[in-house]
């Protein structure tokens, strides 16, 4: 089993950037995608940016973000530290939302489908201010 851990939200006004960071421990895999979803007040959750890649020092890896974010958000991860980050910069109101970070242990080609991932985290609150 693999637990997520997040961190990094809070509040920041229009325009400004945040990091957030989902560390994973727990259960190991050869390959892993993760991402990052949002869900705001009264609305559905949607996906924000995800991950794939191979461990064991193989060179492959894909990201890919939603056409919201593209521009403004970066993925990435650290293997070394078991960590995925999500840099946010300019933030806007309509990026409000409680963040989950996600995992599952495999490559996923529908990184963009909540029902692909095994393993969740608490969600870390994002309010960006008008």
């Known amino acids: 089993q693999v637990q997520l851990v997040e961190s990094g939200g809070g509040l920041v006004q229009a325009g400004g950037s945040l990091r957030l960071s989902c560390a994973a421990s727990?259960?190991?895999?050869?390959?892993?995608?993760m991402g990052w979803f949002r869900q705001a007040p009264g609305k559905e959750r949607e996906f924000v940016a995800a991950?794939?890649?191979?461990?064991?020092?193989?060179?492959?890896?894909?990201?890919d973000s939603a056409d919201s974010v593209k521009g403004r958000f970066t993925i990435s991860r650290d293997n070394a530290k078991n960590t995925v980050y999500l840099q946010m910069n300019s933030l806007k109101p309509e990026d409000t939302a409680v963040y989950y970070c996600?995992?599952?242990?495999?490559?996923?080609?529908?990184?963009?489908?909540?029902?692909?991932?095994?393993?969740w985290g608490q969600g870390t609150q994002v309010t960006v201010s008008s």
């Open positions: 996600a995992a599952v242990g495999k490559l996923s080609y529908a990184m963009n489908r909540g029902a692909e991932y095994n393993c």
């Open positions: 727990g259960r190991t895999f050869s390959s892993y995608t």
């Open positions: 991950i794939r890649w191979i461990g064991g020092g193989a060179d492959y890896k894909y990201a």
